[in-house]
């Protein structure tokens, strides 16, 4: 199977800004999820276009003049990559007349927020609601428990796949039935889907076709390393990823590429003082250009034995996984 970063370079490797590189891969990836598994019960949308067969032409004028999106993240800087890539979104939908609201929050008597729409957009009969989640996680399951979608780990071990699926499928995607959002809702909603982008990373990345059933057979996958083990890594030059730069395939000039050498250098460096864990593309040379070919996510060596810990402390997930697939949207 061709790599989601060869797959990528071959169609998009002529644009260049980094803000329209990370769009037009929102727009064209992939999801994390198999959108026809009876599992998501029609839940699951795909990218939204007003019309695939401009794209090309659109997103190649936008990274010839990239001011309008450069402009939109300006105005709403965040170091946050979900709130970056909700963003990029909304300057898609915005441009393309598809956006009848974005952000909109219900409240509780103004005390608190019970809920907010990512995306409002107008359909046929009414609006659809519509949930976007950039996320990256590193499968660890246990080899004497069947494996299912709370083996996804956060980076950082805060949440699982299956834990933000379990929130989206059963509460988020509800909140138009709230009694309170009616009030603050320009129309009806008809439809209510949550589209899921991402990558997922794995100790042995060809080993996990068919691993979990829901899952897209071609999703984003990528690498997970420990730092010892890059430097058995057979690379010469690599990059490491600051976290606005993760959705897509990496690409840059020459000169901004480091040596596998000062690459361990700075994760030596970086380690010293934090453990979370870094993101590392190796790039290799294309027509002029460094493109990713294999990216993956480097942890501390006592980074498995945090998330064995973290798994232990949660409820079972057996329960949780039947109730993300049995719950209404």
């Not at 988020?172 to 990373?201: K, M, N, Y």
């Not at 790039?283 to 996510?297: A, I, K, P, V």
């Amino acid at each position: 199977m061709e790599s989601a970063q060869a797959a990528f370079h071959r169609q998009w490797q002529h644009l260049h800004n980094p803000h329209v590189r990370a769009l037009t891969w929102m727009l064209t990836a992939p999801g994390l999820l198999d959108t026809h598994h009876v599992s998501w019960d029609g839940k699951l949308a795909g990218a939204v276009f007003s019309d695939a067969q401009v794209l090309p032409q659109w997103l190649t004028e936008l990274d010839r003049d990239p001011s309008p999106v450069l402009d939109l993240l300006q105005r709403h800087p965040s170091r946050r990559l979900g709130l970056y890539a909700e963003r990029l979104y909304e300057f898609y939908l915005t441009a393309h007349c598809l956006l009848v609201a974005h952000g909109l929050q219900v409240h509780n008597k103004g005390a608190s927020t019970i809920g907010e729409f990512d995306f409002l957009l107008q359909a046929q009969a009414g609006l659809q609601h519509l949930e976007l989640a950039t996320k990256f996680y590193l499968y660890h399951a246990d080899a004497a428990v069947v494996p299912d979608l709370y083996d996804y780990l956060g980076p950082n071990l805060a949440d699982s796949l299956g834990t933000k699926l379990h929130k989206i499928m059963g509460q988020q995607l509800g909140l138009s039935r709230h009694p309170l959002a009616q009030q603050v809702l320009p129309g009806p909603v008809q439809s209510a889907q949550a589209l899921i982008l991402g990558w997922l990373f794995y100790r042995d990345e060809q080993a996990n076709d068919d691993l979990i059933a829901g899952l897209a057979q071609n999703h984003c996958r990528g690498a997970i390393w420990t730092q010892a083990e890059v430097r058995s890594l057979d690379f010469e030059h690599a990059l490491l990823l600051d976290r606005l730069e993760w959705l897509a395939p990496a690409q840059s000039d020459k000169n901004a590429v480091q040596e596998k050498e000062s690459i361990l250098n700075s994760m030596q460096t970086y380690f010293a003082t934090s453990s979370a864990p870094l993101m590392l593309a190796l790039m290799q040379e294309n027509h002029g250009l460094m493109q990713e070919y294999r990216r993956g996510m480097v942890v501390p060596d006592d980074w498995f034995m945090q998330a064995d810990m973290v798994k232990l402390k949660r409820t079972p997930h057996h329960t949780q996984s039947h109730a993300m697939c049995s719950e209404g949207p």
